[in-house]
């Protein structure tokens, strides 16, 4: 497809559309006979930082019949050239347009891009509902953390991929090989498939009061219970990703070095969808560091984990790379850091060329409620972590905090004040940055039956920490309730939200994450259309023995640990990490699989 080149000048960063960025792959379009759009449905700089989609860029491109192209969501003003021109949204290694291929593959980490996978189908000209698109429409598919609890897209996705895609990907492939010319029986035998989930071949049965009856499979193909997909051993890193022309999120080399978390922070989704623990051995990470050097020319590479400091041997891992990379100015940052011991042996091996923001999230501030959340870290190791920091010469610090968290007062929220207080009695010149967010009580988690905090129980803590944070001169953000009651609804709600999402789509609804597009009012108003509101899916405990609209998603974790960490978490009882100590029985050794490393 070709458009006219000038209406790149009529946009802002026409980079987000030109493609041929250095390392993308262009495959011939007329001898390849399997085209796949790879999709993150937010805007070009947010989506090529999207750590899913390189991987099956990589993986769908080694197949020789196969090709794969990207697609992010058009910012406003190229929308509105493309509505206006009626020009087919495209992708970007071909410019062809996406209903023309087909697969269209949506990687799903947040709740609020909702509304932007149905923008980006309309752009597309494809039918929004799936059972509106017939056989001569792509099959649209969506993977990603969001798919753990699939219903609210279940109107619009053809299947789900439920976990990790590594493998799966390939395995849905050579149905389709098969089957592409036979839309329904494509569903049929790929619903055989372990962590594919066909929303259509399912039957939702609520109660009087608007709860979940049942959620029952109808064909004899499709299983009670979609088992989430694990891969055993990591592939090897992507070492030549596409290197984009403007700057992005994330602007840096990646290498993940492990993925699993085992210490078992109780409001964490990705603890527990991550599960288990696997490492990347250090030859791997070398190497990979070492390519992506050679390949992308990245002066940064982040070691990737959702907790660094458990890596084992870290502490050589590191030393070997500031070794081996010296001569060539390569400086390694990792993500959010736990306050520990490791976390300071660490640092100090860290060569000292740069000082970038170092990052922890505390949490809490009080010792109490991190007990509650099993973040089991004591006021005196955080304030001796920092003055470690502060006398390696780092001075720039962000630290996130949550509140609405369960079991808290007042009094809780004076404590994040007090601590910040004594961090800055610790002296330096330390330029101190606080984020604070909203629980959201998450699909999979210990607190997946809470109530979310209403807008009216979290101002008085706002209004709070603005005042006392201005005072310590700490710079604040903090998330927007009514936004986080959105994602509460959207990531705990059930089919019947497919209705809500289109409507809120229809009247504007779009980049609901951006905080100048977003609005409640209209949100609200699609929601009583159909006589529901948001507080039910966001600011409604549920009882323990309630069928949730996530209860036929089996993440490997079983539902009584997740019971039994909701009453440890009232309890203020810790559960240590089971990788220095006993297996708390999640479930992920249960049955044939033996998937837990932690346990053999």
């Known amino acids: ?79 509105a050239i493309m509505r206006r021109r009626n020009i087919p949204l495209f992708s970007l290694e071909s410019r062809q347009a996406l209903k023309e291929f087909n697969i269209i593959g949506f990687s799903l980490g947040y709740e609020l891009t909702y509304t932007n996978v149905l923008n980006i189908l309309d752009l597309a000209q494809i039918p929004l509902f799936s059972s509106s698109r017939g056989d001569s429409h792509p099959l649209i598919i969506a993977g990603g953390s969001c798919a753990l609890n699939p219903e609210p897209l279940a109107d619009f996705i053809d299947l789900f991929v439920i976990g990790e895609g590594e493998e799966i990907i390939l395995e849905l492939l050579e149905v389709f090989r098969e089957y592409r010319r036979d839309k329904k029986t494509l569903l049929k035998q790929s619903a055989r498939l372990a962590g594919i989930y066909v929303p259509s071949f399912y039957c939702v049965d609520y109660n009087k009061d608007g709860s979940i009856n049942s959620i029952l499979p109808q064909i004899a193909e499709a299983k009670p219970k979609i088992n989430r997909r694990i891969v055993t051993r990591l592939p090897f890193p992507v070492t030549s990703p596409i290197v984009p022309y403007i700057e992005v999120v994330h602007d840096r080399g990646s290498v993940e070095i492990q993925r699993g978390c085992t210490r078992g922070c109780r409001f964490c989704q990705a603890g527990i969808i991550y599960r288990p623990v696997r490492e990347r051995p250090h030859k791997d990470v070398v190497t990979a560091a070492g390519e992506l050097l050679k390949n992308c020319g990245y002066s940064e590479i982040s070691l ?14 590191i030393t070997r790379l500031s070794q081996q990379f010296y001569g060539d100015n390569l400086t390694f940052s990792f993500p959010s850091l736990r306050m520990d011991s490791s976390v300071i042996k660490l640092l100090d091996l860290l060569p000292a060329r740069r000082r970038p923001t170092l990052t922890f999230a505390p949490e809490a501030g009080s010792e109490k409620l991190r007990r509650i959340i099993n973040k089991g870290i004591s006021e005196e190791t955080i304030l001796n972590t920092l003055a470690f920091v502060l006398d390696k010469g780092w001075t720039k610090i962000k630290l996130y905090f949550m509140i609405g968290l369960p079991g808290e007062t007042l009094e809780d929220i004076y404590s994040i004040v007090e601590l910040m207080t004594k961090i800055r009695r610790l002296g330096g010149k330390i330029r101190l940055h606080i984020s604070v967010s909203i629980l959201v009580p998450k699909p999979h988690t210990p607190c997946q039956w809470l109530a979310q905090e209403t807008e009216e129980q979290l101002l008085p803590k706002y209004a709070i920490l603005k005042k006392e944070l201005s005072r310590l001169k700490a710079g604040f953000s903090w998330a927007d309730p009514k936004t986080s009651q959105l994602e509460a609804a959207l990531s705990r709600g059930d089919r019947r939200l497919g209705q809500v999402i289109h409507y809120a789509w229809q009247t504007g609804c779009k980049f609901d994450a951006w905080n100048e597009y977003f609005d409640y009012h209209k949100w609200l108003d699609a929601f009583q259309q159909f006589g529901l509101h948001p507080s039910f899916y966001a600011n409604r405990e549920r009882a323990l023995d309630e069928t949730l609209s996530w209860s036929h998603i089996d993440t490997g974790v079983n539902l009584e640990f997740l019971q039994r960490e909701y009453h440890n978490m009232w309890q203020e009882k810790e559960t240590p990490d089971c990788r220095y100590g006993k297996c708390h029985a999640c479930g992920l050794n249960d049955g044939q699989a033996k998937k837990c490393p932690m346990a053999s």
Request: overall charge negative.
């Open 1 to 79: 497809m070709k458009y006219p080149n000038e209406i790149l000048n009529q946009v802002t960063k026409p980079a987000r559309y030109t493609g041929g960025e250095w390392n993308s792959i262009v495959k011939d379009w007329k001898t390849t006979p399997i085209r796949i759009a790879l999709c993150y449905p937010e805007i070009y700089e947010i989506g090529m930082s999207n750590l899913a989609l390189p991987i099956l860029y990589e993986i769908l491109n080694r197949q020789p019949d196969v090709l794969a192209e990207r697609v992010y969501a058009p910012w406003v003003d190229m929308e």
């Open 304 to 317: 990737l984990s959702l907790s660094s400091g458990d890596y084992s041997d870290i502490d050589k891992l």
